[in-house]
């Protein structure tokens, strides 16, 4: 009686272990479930818009050959009035104003470049019921104190392994343009859009804020970025993430600098299922 006893408190703890656990898995399920939506959501709006395109046909025609009408009438009136006021104008000539006296304009001290690329990963294990991997790399054109633009790449892999099974959730993250200015020469600006593609080929428009602060005269490096994938068609953030970091130069070099430490993720996929993450990080970036 014991034996069977034992056997079943262990069969219930590892089916709640199992439900509590399956952060990914729950994940994966939403995201396809998603996926489904949002292809009968679009297949159903395709047939409506084939349908109501012959209808409105007629509607189109008549505006555009009523704006044509209008737009012939008013070249023909203006062309007479526009001839009369030329012989009213002649009339009443009076000679030009003379030219101002030239000022020449001191020419502005030119901003040093500031270009880099980065590549960096980090790898999150705590808790240890999954694993987050994310590599990716960004490229930055632009002055240093100024203006700048960025395009940025991140590979997100989510991963946990429960009773002997692996299940794996990834994205593609990609910022097409990202507004980078130095309001400094520590800290940088980042506001960016782009699109965030699951493994269930799915797009969804991303946007991204954040600040990256690397003080002079100290080995530190520290940030943060809020970014938010939204289905505008089912109303729903695919994802809502805030991450931050805190890393020391490893290599301090004027061209070369390699930063390692701490990363930190908090995330909410699909409105109601959450995680967060910490680990470790790399940063090199080449100047």
């Not at 289905?231 to 994802?239: C, S």
Request: aromatic content about 14%; overall charge positive.
């Amino acid at each position: 009686m014991k034996t069977y006893f034992t056997v079943f408190i262990m069969l219930i703890l590892s089916l709640h272990l199992r439900v509590q656990a399956q952060k990914v898995g729950q994940i994966k399920k939403k995201a396809k479930e998603n996926s489904e939506r949002r292809s009968n959501s679009r297949s159903s709006s395709s047939s409506g818009s084939s349908s109501s395109s012959g209808a409105g046909s007629d509607f189109i025609g008549e505006l555009c050959s009523s704006v044509f009408t209008g737009c012939l009438t008013d070249i023909f009136s203006g062309s007479g009035s526009s001839s009369s006021s030329s012989s009213s104008s002649s009339s009443s000539y009076s000679s030009p104003p003379p030219p101002p006296l030239y000022e020449p304009k001191l020419p502005r001290p030119k901003k040093d470049p500031h270009t880099y690329f980065q590549l960096k990963g980090s790898y999150g294990f705590l808790p240890n019921n999954y694993q987050i991997f994310r590599p990716g790399a960004r490229i930055r054109f632009g002055k240093k104190k100024g203006f700048g633009m960025a395009l940025d790449y991140r590979y997100n892999h989510l991963s946990e392994k429960i009773l002997g099974e692996r299940t794996t959730y990834f994205t593609n993250d990609i910022q097409l343009a990202q507004y980078a200015p130095e309001v400094s020469n520590d800290v940088e600006l980042r506001v960016g859009f782009g699109f965030m593609v699951d493994e269930f080929s799915e797009w969804y428009p991303e946007f991204l804020i954040g600040f990256n602060a690397l003080p002079d005269k100290t080995r530190w490096n520290f940030g943060s970025e809020l970014r938010l994938a939204n289905d505008f068609i089912n109303n729903i953030a695919a994802r809502l993430e805030w991450g931050s970091h805190l890393q020391y130069a490893l290599v301090n070099q004027s061209k070369f600098k390699l930063y390692g430490g701490i990363r930190t993720k908090v995330a909410s996929y699909f409105g109601n299922i959450n995680i967060w993450s910490v680990g470790l990080g790399l940063t090199m970036r080449v100047y």
